[in-house]
């Protein structure tokens, strides 16, 4: 059983910033994309960030030049780096990875408990 750990949300004023982690555990053999989506109260979940095991990255419009996805291959671990963040950025922010548990298996989907950032004005 793979699970994905998020944790760096909160609570911060417009302009500030805030760094997201979330880390894989369990029997995987290789991670493809891992990405972060978000939800907003009333809102269909939306993709904001992803990231290839290769590097490649995809972003929202509503976010490019403010946030920036990172990865570390060695710590199945994926960042989200949110700066001159806005009120409209207020959502549950979740994790999501595309994993494998052998070099045989087929690619599964696995997504995190999801953690609240706030931006208040």
């Known amino acids: 059983q793979v699970q994905l750990v998020e944790s760096g949300g909160g609570e911060v004023q417009a302009g500030g910033s805030l760094r997201l982690s979330c880390a894989a555990s369990?029997?995987?053999?290789?991670?493809?994309?891992m990405g972060w989506y978000r939800q907003a109260p009333g809102k269909q979940r939306e993709l904001v960030a992803a990231?290839?095991?290769?590097?490649?990255?995809n972003y929202a419009d509503s976010v490019k030049g403010r946030f920036t996805i990172s990865r570390d291959n060695a710590k199945n671990t994926v960042y989200l780096q949110m700066n001159s963040l806005k009120p409209e950025d207020t959502a549950v922010y979740y994790c999501?990875?595309?994993?494998?548990?052998?070099?045989?298996?087929?690619?599964?989907?696995?997504w995190g408990q999801g953690t609240l950032v706030t931006v208040s004005s």
């Open positions: 999501n990875a595309d994993y494998r548990s052998d070099w045989w298996a087929r690619y599964l989907e696995v």
């Open positions: 990231v290839s095991s290769g590097g490649v990255t």
């Open positions: 369990g029997r995987i053999f290789s991670i493809n994309t």
